[in-house]
């Protein structure tokens, strides 16, 4: 009886390190304290035509939204207790719309020479069938604005709001609505298209969805979390991201035009390396939030499917080897490190990510892990275009500035290594110029290069010592 009791007791011990060997994807971690980090003397070496830029979005840093946009309207809505569903409300933002020459210069005076930036839908159409003239002018004054300057604007058109009337009939959870989409993106690639050569259809569509469907903290009108309807929206969107392409592509200056996507890539790792639990939930967030995105662009299927969670969505490509990109946008912030919590039945904490005791906690349920960009880098150069990361910043107080000159620091040796090691990146736009709108946290949270003074009637910038940082490294990589 003991004798089989050891045996069972030994196969399942090592079912256990088994199945813990096949998922552990083995968590990067440099000795910082071996590599040179002083901005004065390590190297940082980029291709020529690099582009190196800031990066924002039209919600978070123009002002002038109204309940046309799905944001603004969100900012009006009411829980079932009747408090508001987000606490800050973006207001005037930067009063970007209006300072945007301010900013352009400061970008210029830090040596940049590419500027992503989004347009707002719903300034553009504030209802279904009309068409705002004096948006599509700002538009093109901005845009003019910055070519003049020798920034070349990068254009996002869609990132994370849209205007209500769209939002009303379901958004991308519905098939049908991808042409309103399409039609959106024919009418400003016809308007800037002479002059913008750099489009993403898609600011991270995971982290959008996943505030939609599951974590129901961005816009939304559902009564509980589904995946499966999250994977139905990602799928919709996907095909959307397709159908723009070749519209695009077949219009006048289609083919000068770089066209892409971009791609959160958030890694997702087990907070307890050898607790199974922490292990299968990493796998499963790697798989929907990354792999299912990554393989799409690779092999041409997109398989959403997780039965623990209910999710159940494939959809295969009607053109798996050509996948409908010029470049894969890069946005990279930390780790969610997944620690299930056996005796907490509450499913929103039973296996919320935790910050690991060795890295530095940013504030937003993440620690800071600057070799994590590497490992990403790695990750989605699978899909075998060109690299632009998109988006890459810290969100830390100026109390921490410090750890703020680490992050570009570190950020900056993770590319011109990747680039050293052959890896094809080319722009990094930091997240983000001027401290802005961040989303569910309103103003709590800080990213810039500069602090924007709320109270001054002026919105004055000042910059913070990492805009100093970030202008001499650039420089030194020319
Ligand atoms: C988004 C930005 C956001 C940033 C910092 C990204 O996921 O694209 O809109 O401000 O992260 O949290």
Redesign the pocket.
């Known amino acids: 009886m003991l004798k089989k009791i050891t045996l069972v007791a030994v196969i399942l011990a090592f079912a256990y390190a088994g199945a813990i060997f096949a998922l552990d994807r083995k968590v990067d971690k440099w000795d910082w304290s071996k590599i040179n980090t002083n901005p004065d003397t390590m190297e940082i070496k980029v291709p020529k035509g690099f582009l190196w830029g800031v990066a924002s979005?039209s919600f978070?840093v123009e002002g002038g939204h109204d309940v046309s946009d799905s944001w603004g309207w969100w900012e009006t809505q009411k829980n079932s207790n009747g408090k508001p569903r987000v606490e800050g409300k973006a207001g005037v933002g930067n009063d970007e719309w209006n300072l945007y020459p301010t900013d352009i210069a400061e970008m210029k005076r830090l040596g940049l020479n590419s500027y992503r930036f989004s347009l707002s839908w719903s300034k553009i159409m504030p209802t279904a069938d009309k068409v705002n003239e004096e948006a599509l002018a700002h538009y093109d004054k901005m845009i003019n604005a910055l070519l003049e300057a020798g920034i070349e604007p990068m254009l996002t058109l869609h990132?994370?709001s849209h205007p209500t009337w769209f939002e009303e009939k379901g958004a991308f959870d519905k098939e049908e609505n991808i042409d309103d989409f399409v039609k959106f993106s024919k009418l400003v690639f016809e308007r800037y298209g002479d002059r913008v050569k750099l489009w993403g259809t898609f600011?991270?569509p995971a982290?959008y969805g996943y505030g939609r469907h599951i974590d129901l903290a961005f816009p939304h009108n559902f009564q509980q979390a589904d995946f499966n309807r999250l994977g139905i929206m990602l799928k919709n969107v996907l095909i959307a991201h397709d159908k723009v392409y070749s519209e695009l592509k077949a219009m006048p200056n289609g083919d000068k035009a770089k066209i892409g996507i971009v791609k959160?890539m958030m890694q997702m790792d087990a907070y307890n390396r050898y607790d199974l639990g922490d292990q299968i939930i990493a796998h499963y967030a790697q798989k929907l939030f990354a792999d299912a995105f990554v393989d799409y662009f690779t092999t041409g299927k997109f398989d959403f499917t997780a039965p623990p969670v209910g999710a159940d969505v494939v959809y295969n490509s009607p053109t798996p080897n050509k996948p409908h990109l010029d470049f894969i946008g890069l946005?990279y912030?930390s780790h969610n490190s997944f620690d299930v919590q056996y005796t907490n039945f509450d499913l929103d904490k039973w296996a919320s990510p935790l910050v690991y005791p060795n890295e530095i906690d940013t504030g937003?349920n993440y620690g800071f892990y600057p070799e994590g960009l590497y490992r990403a880098i790695r990750e989605i150069s699978r899909v075998g275009k060109p690299i632009y990361i998109t988006?890459n910043?810290i969100?830390v107080p100026v109390s921490q500035e410090e750890i703020r000159q680490q992050h570009v620091i570190t950020s900056l040796y993770d590319v011109s290594k990747a680039i050293k090691d052959g890896y094809d990146v080319r722009a990094f736009y930091y997240?983000s110029l001027n401290d802005n709108f961040?989303?569910e946290y309103g103003y709590s949270k800080t990213?810039g290069l500069y602090s924007v003074d709320r109270n001054s009637p002026t919105l004055e910038r000042t910059p913070k010592p990492t805009a100093e940082i970030y202008r001499k490294l650039v420089a030194k990589s020319q």
Do not use: I, K, P, R
Request: proline content about 0%; hydrophobic content about 40%.
């Open positions: 979005a978070q990132h994370f600011n991270e982290v959160s946005n912030y937003l988006e910043g969100g997240w961040e989303w990213f």
